[in-house]
């Protein structure tokens, strides 16, 4: 598969400390994609990195439902919200890219979930809000704008960010290929639940082997 430097772009998700090893929210072998995920962003002229960049009291903390612990499931009136240990909060090193995200290469860095009642695991689009809409980040315009007609999704986590983010790639008309390779899920027992619906979907599942690389 060829990457076309004109029509295609590379999604980075959230390679963030605080979802690497000692982070808050730890991505098992998370640190693991962050090189080659770096060293394939080359390869592109349009890179988008994206960055969880929650306001304290954020709506997808445990801490802020009490009684409520890490990682438990939570009705609300917008839906069910995943639990999350205190991350990525805005302005603390824990929210920041982690250094070998080459800066030089990104076209745009997009911050979501920067809500304090609404979580955002994609990159297109808000997760519900207590309205019921999703609203939109404005990333799918913005590609569509540039040309960009493939998209390549990369980063953490696979069963939620990345997932959310490809599905909503291919919801906004752009053909999405997952490179498997340079993700990581934080519940690895998920992942026929993850690729099911990364097939409905109609995203394309790759490694980063597949992908022949031409020069700048």
């Given at each position: 598969?060829?990457?076309?430097?004109?029509?295609?772009?590379?999604?980075?998700?959230?390679?963030?400390?605080?979802?690497?090893?000692?982070?808050?929210?730890?991505?098992?072998?998370?640190?693991?994609?962050?090189?080659?995920?770096?060293?394939?962003?080359g390869a592109f002229t349009t890179v988008v990195a994206t960055q969880d960049w929650h306001p304290p009291g954020h709506v997808s903390f445990a801490s802020s439902h009490p009684g409520r612990r890490p990682y438990e499931s939570l009705a609300l009136a917008q839906g069910t919200q995943e639990l999350w240990p205190d991350h990525c909060v805005r302005g603390t090193r824990g929210a920041a890219l982690h250094p070998a995200v080459p800066d030089e290469a990104l076209t745009l860095v997009l911050r979501k979930g920067t809500r304090r009642d609404v979580d955002s695991y994609s990159a297109f689009r808000e997760n519900a809000g207590p309205d019921g809409r999703r609203p939109t980040t404005g990333l799918?315009?913005?590609?569509?704008?540039?040309?960009?007609?493939?998209?390549?999704?990369?980063?953490?986590?696979?069963?939620?960010?990345?997932?959310?983010?490809?599905?909503?790639?291919?919801?906004?008309?752009?053909?999405?290929?997952?490179v498997d390779d340079l993700t990581r899920p934080v519940f690895p027992e998920r992942q026929r639940e993850t690729d099911e619906a990364l097939a409905r979907a109609g995203v394309r599942v790759i490694r980063s082997a597949d992908l022949e690389r031409t020069a700048a």
């Open positions: 598969m060829r990457i076309d430097r004109g029509f295609d772009a590379l999604l980075l998700v959230d390679l963030q400390h605080d979802f690497l090893p000692e982070g808050a929210l730890a991505v098992p072998r998370g640190d693991e994609v962050v090189a080659p995920a770096a060293a394939l962003a799918g315009a913005w590609l569509v704008a540039r040309g960009i007609r493939r998209v390549f999704v990369c980063g953490l986590a696979r069963d939620f960010c990345v997932r959310w983010s490809a599905e909503d790639a291919a919801a906004e008309g752009l053909e999405t290929c997952l």
